[in-house]
């Protein structure tokens, strides 16, 4: 999201050099959506990674769809969710040429929609599927409840919803649980949260217990942040959004730190201002 007009507005060269860069330290799954950059970003990325050399079978692609989004490349009056099976359908052969490739490794509904109709999702899923176009299906930033209703008709592989130290609302209200209890895995978006976005009585108090921790683990605040969510028991992969190439390398060796069963609670205890219950 953050490659193309609505982030660093990177040329085709500085793409294929951030695509090099990713599979060098290891990143080898990009995420997008076909709404980023007002449906511009898929078709740029897709430049960048035919000159980039990359092999498609060594990365994995994801995209999102279902959101009719408002710009001057799409004709709409209002923001809304379309998950009819001619547009879901259309939607992902769009994204398909946009990428340059002939197939996606993962299918996300991009919002749940009031209006969904779970029987039309799975038969545009099935044609999805047995075309060769799509791999996994999954969605993002639905409920438990939602994830029911699409699951009976479907297998549903993901769910990328916001998680993070500061807005671990999904690790309460079973959304964790549930993803944990039927083999969904859960996709964090935004998994620094709003540590570096905000200077708050909370920010403040995780700062000063992260940085009691740094010495102890040798790492940075990020990466106690990444190995924080990465230690839940549901598997958490975060979907990492800076352009940094440093940070992008360090995300990566977080993977390798394992906090202590207290240091974790430590964290938590600096976040929520209170001991757990």
Same mark, same amino acid.
């Given at each position: ?10 040329? !085709? ?27 511009? !970003? ?8 035919? +000159? =980039? ?9 994801? =995209? ?13 009056? %209002? ?40 029987? @039309? ?17 999954? %969605?993002?930033?639905? +409920? ?17 919803? @916001? ?20 083999? %969904? ?17 909370? !920010?403040?108090?995780? *700062? ?11 790492? !940075? ?10 230690? *839940? ?8 959004? +800076? ?14 730190? @394992? ?9 938590? %205890? ?8």
């Amino acid at each position: 999201m953050t490659w193309g007009v609505w982030g660093k507005q990177f040329s !085709t060269s500085e793409m294929d050099a951030m695509i090099q860069h990713c599979l060098s330290v290891g990143i080898t799954t990009f995420d997008h959506a076909d709404i980023y950059g007002g449906y511009t !970003t898929e078709a740029e990325f897709g430049k960048a990674f035919t +000159t =980039s050399g990359a092999k498609r079978e060594d990365i994995q692609l994801i =995209s999102k769809c279902g959101i009719q989004y408002m710009s001057d490349n799409r004709n709409n009056k %209002v923001k809304h969710y379309d998950y009819c099976k001619d547009y879901i359908i259309w939607s992902v052969e769009e994204s398909l040429k946009h990428l340059q490739t002939e197939y996606l490794d993962l299918l996300l509904l991009h919002r749940p929609s009031p209006l969904m109709q779970p029987n @039309e999702i799975a038969e545009a899923i099935s044609i999805l599927k047995k075309q060769g176009k799509i791999i996994d299906f999954g %969605v993002s930033n639905f +409920t438990p409840s939602q994830m029911d209703m699409i699951g009976l008709r479907m297998d549903v592989d993901v769910n990328q919803i @916001e998680f993070s130290l500061t807005a671990h609302q999904a690790m309460h209200d079973g959304t964790l649980d549930y993803m944990l209890t039927n083999g %969904v895995q859960p996709m964090a978006w935004s998994p620094l949260g709003l540590v570096f976005k905000e200077d708050t009585e909370q !920010t403040r108090r995780i *700062h000063k217990q992260l940085g009691a921790l740094m010495g102890k683990y040798n790492t !940075t605040e990020d990466q106690l942040l990444l190995a924080w969510l990465l230690k *839940h028991p549901s598997n958490i992969t975060p979907v990492v959004g +800076t352009t940094n190439k440093e940070r992008l390398q360090q995300a990566m060796e977080a993977t390798r730190i @394992e906090l202590e069963l207290e240091d974790w609670f430590l964290i938590l %205890v600096a976040a929520q201002g209170h001991k757990v219950p």
